[in-house]
């Protein structure tokens, strides 16, 4: 029986308030009274050009490629070393997706591997901020401008993280975060795109309201509104929004919380760090607590710890299977491997992480892990 989950969804406790006031206001579609709160709130907290909220941070990837026109045959580079949604966002446009590898220590992308795989197809790169802590931006968008190439920032799992003091979503032409109940900051399901290339602003709002310039219609620009582009449906629900709302109020508690447990774990399991390897960060990242893990020495080491840790009612997960060796990619990205990539995928373990776990849980899986150890 698991006596420890992976994963709890936190719960406020002010949720509730915000979602009744919601049903009360008789507003349940996108862009309501919440929306426009949350909008606000990281528009004004980190200088975002602009938000808007989404079904997901699939659907804010999906959004991405359709700003960015990407059509059959376009390349897009990113690491293999990420969830489906980062590369079906751009499949689902025609683009083949070039896989990069990850660094040896970390399973961010590898910048110095990314320019070698840059052609004339390519249009546009997408880093992964893996556990929320960042990619190296400042050699990406260099490498981004010296071929005129646009930057995605995949930042689901990266709320409320810096490098070099600039948050992590205002690198890119654009970045999609994620509000799904794994992440830090949650609403069940939700997603949010950041706009900061100015030239994306009009068309992004076009989008997301099903190709119509609804949006500039009830701000009063526009006297009538109709179809003017392709587009989807990819407004949350303002019942999702004053639910999101409601974690916005109170992130800074939740982000204290989890940061304080992620260094319990660092600290204790830094005694076995010649037996594992746990996350290390530079000084251009911060860390926002987003997961916690260790890297096995192998396959089936980790298989082991995973069993051993169940029976002791502790549930610990790994994490992607590398998508350039998945069933649907493998034969379009061919016999190239990418051995960090692979072997994060083989060897790395997420430890339990939410923000109310209780403390002496931590220590009880870190004694687990260390006793497994010797
Ligand atoms: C969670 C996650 C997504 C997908 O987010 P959804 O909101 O569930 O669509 C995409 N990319 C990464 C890296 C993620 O961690």
């Known amino acids: 029986m698991i006596k420890i989950p ?3 969804p936190y719960i406020t406790g002010t949720e509730i308030t915000y979602v009744q006031e919601a049903i009360v206001s008789g507003k349940l579609s996108g862009d309501g009274s919440f929306t426009k709160k ?9 200088g975002f050009t602009k938000v808007l909220l989404t079904t997901s941070c699939t ?39 070039i896989f ?27 880093p992964v901020h893996y556990g929320g802590v960042a990619c190296e931006m400042d050699e990406l968008i260099a490498i981004a401008n010296k071929y005129n190439l646009f930057v995605i920032e995949d930042a689901a799992q990266a709320i409320d993280s810096f490098y070099k003091g600039k948050p992590l979503g205002s690198f890119g032409h654009l970045a999609a975060f994620s509000f799904h109940d794994t992440k830090n900051i949650i609403c069940g399901e939700g ?67 989890r940061k304080k447990l992620w260094h319990i774990y660092y600290e204790k399991l830094s005694k076995i760090s010649t037996r594992i390897i746990i996350p290390q960060l530079n000084t251009n990242q911060t860390n926002n607590a987003h997961a916690f893990y260790i890297i096995c020495k192998n396959l089936d080491e980790r298989n082991s710890l ?15 299977v590398s998508l350039h060796k998945s069933v649907f990619y493998a034969d379009i990205h061919g016999n ?12 790395l373990l997420r430890l339990p992480l939410f923000a109310d776990l209780n ?14 150890y010797q």
């Open 6 to 8: 992976f994963n709890k």
């Open 38 to 46: 949350c909008h606000q709130f990281f528009e004004q907290k980190y």
């Open 59 to 97: 659907d804010a990837l999906e959004l991405a490629a359709i700003l960015l026109n990407i059509k059959d045959g376009d390349e897009v580079i990113m690491p293999s070393y990420t969830f489906v949604s980062t590369a079906n966002a751009f499949v689902l446009r025609g683009a083949k997706i």
């Open 100 to 126: 990069a590898d990850s660094l040896l220590n970390h399973p961010n992308i590898d910048v110095s591997k990314v320019e070698s795989l840059i052609t004339q197809k390519t249009i546009a790169i997408v």
């Open 191 to 257: 997603g949010m795109l950041v706009v900061n290339d100015a030239q994306f602003v009009k068309r992004a709002e076009i989008v997301r309201e099903k190709g119509t310039n609804r949006s500039a219609f009830f701000r009063g620009e526009v006297d009538k509104y109709g179809w003017v582009d392709m587009g989807s449906s990819f407004l949350l629900s303002d019942i999702l929004a004053a639910f999101l709302w409601g974690q916005l109020l109170e992130m800074e508690v939740i982000q204290t919380k």
């Open 306 to 320: 995973i069993a051993y840790l169940k029976d002791k009612g502790i549930a610990a997960v790994f994490h992607y």
């Open 336 to 347: 190239n491997p990418l051995p960090a990539c692979e072997k994060f995928s083989d060897c």
């Open 359 to 372: 403390e002496n849980c931590v220590n009880e899986v870190c004694q687990a892990i260390i006793d497994f």
